[in-house]
């Protein structure tokens, strides 16, 4: 290889590695999400031509983050004949003091979490939030968010220009939120990563049951925000996100059909992931500052040190489950401890709650309701309203994975 293609190479591992830390201090100097990615490619296409020159610099980060800036204001300068308020901001960018703690490691690692709480803003729609983080903090191409979330490229880019117009004209601060608003702004960081996560772990629709790219994002995401913010909710979405990993492989076959958690092959459960994610919840649970996140991550906790389904500890989950009900009331919270009482109480039990649940209508259309019912009526030997209840989920599926699995259970029925 020669020395040119070696320092491509060289410049495409410090691309890898330091863009993101790159492009968020540029926000923060610019002002702009447009602004400052522009500046971040100019910055690395002059090092593509200078460094094979000169070498790579001592701190690669300040150089691009110096060059991309003097970029920028070079490029309004020249673009200011056909504007003149670029020659104003041109301006005012070269004569803002710069100090030296913009470039070392606490610092830009102040601007990620910015970012990140820039990009989750709530004034932003829930959508918008989604794609912007995974564009702006991950660094996903558009057509790769789109082929995730099954949107069509040209709707996701809208989608993210109208997020990054909103930001400008409302003048949303590019900031950490103070102590006394953290709470709030952090719980919709935290649901932001975890419908993320979620949508890697079990998508929402098309072929495959899972993205293994997007839930690896999501937890890099997590992993991020735990380093920079130690918050006992962050490690405990965190903890939830890595128990919920370590079962992956185990959750389809190798045909690719859905395995339940009862019938999967524990041993092929990731036990580094498992005993990381238990150390963070016992700590978000020392801490006595937790919330739901960090009690959902105890729950797949108990599933991850059974060895075996029998040795579930389904009293543990219930309870648990009615600590989580009291601190966040949601029907599928209700509905995952009605499936927990069935197994420590009876089947009968739990269709006694889920048919409650559904009487109130919040489910009805909700299918994982309806397969839950027909899994414990078929359990019953309830064949007719297992039937039932199955076909009434398959309606509601849009899943393929989970739209094959209700079908075949489906077909095992006794006539």
């Known amino acids: 290889m020669n020395d040119a293609a070696s320092m491509g190479l060289q410049v495409e591992d410090v691309y890898r590695e330091e863009s993101r830390r790159v492009f968020a201090t540029l926000i923060r100097l610019l002002g ?17 031509k200078q460094w094979p020159r000169e070498g790579i610099p001592a701190n690669p980060r300040a150089w691009l983050v110096s060059t991309g800036r003097f970029k920028a ?25 710069i100090d030296a703690h913009d470039w070392d490691d606490e610092g830009v690692e ?38 995730a979330f099954l949107t069509a490229p040209p709707t996701l880019a809208q ?47 098309g072929e495959s049951l899972t993205r293994a790219d997007l839930s690896g994002e999501a937890i890099r995401l997590g992993r991020l925000l735990y380093q920079l913010l130690p918050e006992p909710e962050v490690a405990g979405l965190l903890a939830l996100m890595l128990l919920h990993e370590s079962r992956r492989t185990a959750r389809t076959s190798p045909e690719g059909d859905l395995v339940l958690l009862e019938d999967q092959d524990r041993s092929l459960w990731d036990q580094a992931l498992i005993a990381e994610g238990t150390t963070l919840v016992e700590q978000s649970l020392r801490s006595q500052r937790f919330g739901p996140y960090t009690l959902q991550a105890a729950i797949s906790g108990v599933h991850a040190s059974a060895s075996t389904p ?27 401890r009605a499936v927990a009482v069935a197994m420590r109480d009876g089947p009968a039990a739990g269709i006694a709650l889920i048919d409650d649940l559904l009487a109130r209508g919040e489910l009805e259309k909700y299918y994982l309701a309806h397969s839950a019912r027909a899994e414990l009526c078929r359990r019953l030997g309830r064949f007719a309203e297992a039937r ?28």
């Open 32 to 48: 702009d999400f447009d602004l400052a990615e522009d500046a971040l490619h100019d910055a690395f296409a002059a090092a593509l």
């Open 73 to 97: 204001i070079d490029n309004l300068r020249r673009r200011a004949r056909f504007n003149a308020s670029l020659a104003t901001l041109a301006e005012d960018l070269d004569q803002t003091t």
């Open 110 to 147: 102040d601007d990620r979490l910015r970012l990140i709480f820039t990009c989750c803003h709530p004034a932003l729609a829930s959508d918008a939030r989604i794609a912007l983080t995974l564009r702006e903090v991950c660094g996903l191409t558009t057509e790769e968010i789109a082929r």
């Open 159 to 205: 989608r993210i220009v109208r997020a990054k117009a909103k930001i400008r004209n409302a003048r949303i601060p590019y900031q950490v939120p103070s102590r006394a608003e953290l709470p709030q702004r952090l719980e919709t960081v935290l649901r932001v990563v975890y419908l993320v996560f979620n949508e890697g772990y079990s998508a929402s629709s």
């Open 310 to 336: 029998e040795a579930t500890d389904w009293g543990e989950i219930v309870g648990l489950y009615d600590v989580l009900v009291r601190i966040e009331p949601s029907p599928v919270i209700d509905l995952n």
């Open 388 to 415: 039932d209840a199955y076909e009434r989920a398959l309606s509601l599926i849009s899943q393929e994975t989970e739209r094959r699995f209700i079908q075949q259970r489906l077909a095992a029925l006794p006539a």
